[in-house]
């Protein structure tokens, strides 16, 4: 039962990495296109000629299933040299990238089944939540949005799964680490 729900675990990251990388590669859709839709403010003057814009949208390789309500857990840090970790944002504000997070989380709730909360944390206490609640195999949270220095650390020392182990992580696919 216990390798079931690590795999559940393993699953539901991937989702969250997966889903955080399409949210950001849909940026880069066609302003006029992304302003036909209600609520959508255009970040420059959509009357100027610009380059023509790619339709491509990014669908995870997954399989289609229901996680049963499935609270999905994060820990993210309140303050931090780049500004706060958004995980999960409560409403749209008409903020691009706030708005852009709202939806990604409302479509992966609704097509997974799964609600995605967030507990806010301060920056400087994140890896030791991490690293108690790894070495106590608590189940406090399923993700933990780290920056990059202590997120390489954490790997080195084997606190964090490398991504070559997660199933159906694809790092080759177009928008996911190739640019």
């Known amino acids: 039962m216990k390798n079931i729900a690590k ?13 955080a990388v399409s949210a950001c590669s849909r940026s880069n859709n066609n302003n006029a296109e992304n ?21 491509e949208s990014f669908a995870p390789n997954l399989p289609d299933i229901s996680f049963d309500g499935y609270e999905f857990r994060a820990i993210v840090s309140t303050d931090n040299i780049y500004g706060p970790f958004t995980f999960n944002v409560g409403e749209e504000t008409g903020d691009t990238l706030n708005d852009a997070v709202y939806k990604r989380n409302r479509f992966i709730e609704e097509k997974y089944n799964v609600i995605l909360t967030q507990k806010e944390i301060d920056l400087w206490s994140l890896e030791t939540t991490l690293k108690k ?13 780290q920056i990059d220095r202590f997120g390489y650390s954490l790997g080195f020392q ?5 991504t070559e182990n ?7 696919q177009r928008g996911i680490g190739t640019g």
């Open 166 to 172: 997660l199933p159906y992580m694809d790092l080759s």
């Open 158 to 162: 084997g606190y964090i799964l490398p």
């Open 35 to 55: 302003n036909e839709k209600p609520g959508n403010i255009p970040d420059s003057d959509s009357s100027q000629p610009g380059p023509e814009a790619k339709s």
């Open 7 to 19: 795999i559940i675990i393993a699953f539901i990251k991937i989702l969250a990495v997966l889903f």
């Open 133 to 145: 609640s790894v070495t106590a195999s608590l189940e406090d949270f399923d993700v933990c949005m």
